[in-house]
């Protein structure tokens, strides 16, 4: 059974300190890796795509990674308002998408 | 901006009564999903429709029904929630090609008393 597990489940940093989200996942014929960005009571907002191992993408303090078995979502020098739940989701075959429990990040000034 | 919404944001019923969240969509995409996501949990999915081809998936209970009367509107019927329905209702659609992406709605949270 596909699974993906996001670490830490919470994570809470000063304005400015550095660090990493983490996805893993076992999945039959990854099709593609998704990180979606969810504010409290909104839906979620696509962050990145990524599609084979040792694929890069950057948006603003944003970037991700894949490895054939995990993905990172790096966060430089984060901001207030970079608070948000992160979640991380896969999809194999078909058109469903496998989701994350997520990770709420508190970025504190 | 073309857009998902849903209609209501924030709906209550009684146990038992039957209620009707709206998604509507003006990115002309084919596919459109149903998620269901209950508090500190992952969105998990329904259903979806490809067109109008309807795709259930396996443990998506019998009290959850969808309609897809033309391309811009889907509909998520529950017949009669329990309070175990109680959750944030997520759709989301794509173009159907391969290696598209979702883009979601705000979302309806929906309460049941």
């Known amino acids: 059974e596909d699974q993906v597990t996001q670490s830490p489940e919470a994570l809470r940093l000063q304005e400015g300190e550095s660090s990493s989200l983490n996805c893993s996942y076992t999945?039959?014929?990854?099709?593609?890796l998704f990180w979606y960005r969810q504010d409290p009571g909104k839906g979620p907002e696509f962050l990145f795509t990524?599609?084979?191992a040792g694929e890069e993408k950057e948006k603003e303090r944003l970037k991700a990674t894949l490895t054939k078995k995990e993905s990172f979502l790096h966060i430089t020098a984060p901001k207030p308002e970079d608070s948000a739940t992160y979640l991380c989701?896969?999809?194999?075959?078909?058109?469903?998408?496998?989701f994350g429990k997520g990770t709420s990040l508190l970025v504190t000034p | 901006d073309a857009m998902v919404i849903q209609n209501p944001r924030y709906q209550v019923t009684q146990f038992g009564k039957p209620v009707t969240l709206s998604c509507s969509q003006t990115?002309?995409?084919?596919?459109m999903y149903w998620y269901q996501q209950k508090s500190s949990q992952a969105p998990k999915l329904l259903f979806h429709?490809?067109?109008?081809?309807?795709?259930n998936e396996a443990d998506t209970p019998d009290n959850f029904q969808s309609r897809r009367p033309n391309t811009s509107f889907c509909f998520l019927d529950i017949r009669s929630p329990g309070l175990g329905d109680a959750a944030m209702y997520l759709c989301?659609?794509?173009?159907?090609?391969?290696?598209?992406?979702?883009?979601f709605g705000p979302g309806t949270r929906l309460t049941v008393l």
């Open positions: 989301a659609t794509s173009t159907g090609t391969r290696l598209d992406t979702q883009y």
């Open positions: 999945v039959s014929g990854l099709r593609g």
């Open positions: 990524l599609y084979s």
């Open positions: 989701a896969v999809e194999n075959s078909g058109y469903a998408l496998n």
């Open positions: 990115l002309n995409h084919n596919v």
């Open positions: 429709y490809y067109d109008k081809d309807f795709n």
